[in-house]
């Protein structure tokens, strides 16, 4: 079975400095999907990027980009010029790509503070 | 990406009894997903409704406790039986919309249930 750990509970940022989150999976499949998700107090999960596997080069979206190291299984998060609402919950995310199941395993979250 | 709502955003219960939940598309999706997310963890999928066919619990999850029916294309519900205060968590559904050959899943906002 796949898993996703995060393993920092908690960060902060200074507005307008840049943050990394980081995130690792375990799986034996070669292609599948990455995401990551925010959660602000409003309990709304928001996409907010994602990656393809077979894809070497790594997505991003305005501020947010990733580092993906597919053998590491290593799929980090940075958010860059941090705003106060990037103050969330941030969750990784796994989807399989075989089997017609696309289900997502989740990482247990961080708690993003962003300080002004 | 879908417009998705739930009903009721919040609800305080009686253990014992039983609470329905409802999450409707604003959009025909094929599939439809129902997570719960206990306080301060991540989120765990219940189950999987196909329009058509018995959802698909996953394990630890089982259908006469989380009942789900999905009638059409646009609309589900998840009910919580006989509930415990163990029961008491956010509840969200998503649904899995194609953005090109990825599937995508967008969440609703959320149920918070208190078990009382």
Redesign the interface.
């Known amino acids: 079975a796949q898993t996703v750990t995060q393993s920092q509970p908690e960060m902060s940022v200074q507005e307008a400095e840049t943050v990394t989150l980081s995130c690792t999976y375990d799986t034996s499949e070669s292609d599948y999907y990455l995401f990551w998700y925010k959660q602000p107090p409003s309990r709304q999960m928001i996409l907010v990027i994602r990656q393809e596997a077979y894809k070497q080069q790594n997505a991003t979206e305005n501020r947010f980009s990733v580092n993906f190291q597919k053998a590491a299984k290593s799929f980090s998060l940075k958010i860059s010029d941090s705003q106060l609402g990037d103050a969330a919950m941030y969750f990784c995310a796994y989807q399989r790509t075989q089997g017609g199941s696309e289900k997502l395993v989740f990482g247990k979250g961080m708690k993003l503070t962003v300080n002004p | 990406?879908a417009v998705i709502s739930q009903k009721p955003s919040r609800d305080i219960c009686q253990r014992g009894t039983s609470l329905t939940i409802q999450c409707q598309v604003d959009s025909q999706v094929t599939?439809m997903?129902w997570y719960r997310?206990q306080p301060g963890?991540?989120?765990?999928?219940i189950a999987?409704a196909n329009q058509g066919s018995e959802a698909t619990y996953?394990s630890g999850f089982v259908i006469d406790k989380f009942p789900i029916s999905r009638p059409n294309l646009t609309f589900s519900t998840l009910t919580v039986s006989n509930m415990s205060p163990e029961d008491s968590s956010?509840y969200?559904c998503?649904v899995?919309s194609a953005?090109g050959y990825?599937?995508?899943?967008?969440?609703g906002?959320?149920t918070?249930l208190t078990v009382t």
């Open positions: 990406s599939m997903f997310q963890q991540s989120l765990t999928l999987t996953e956010i969200l998503s899995s953005a990825i599937f995508e899943q967008y969440f906002p959320g918070r």
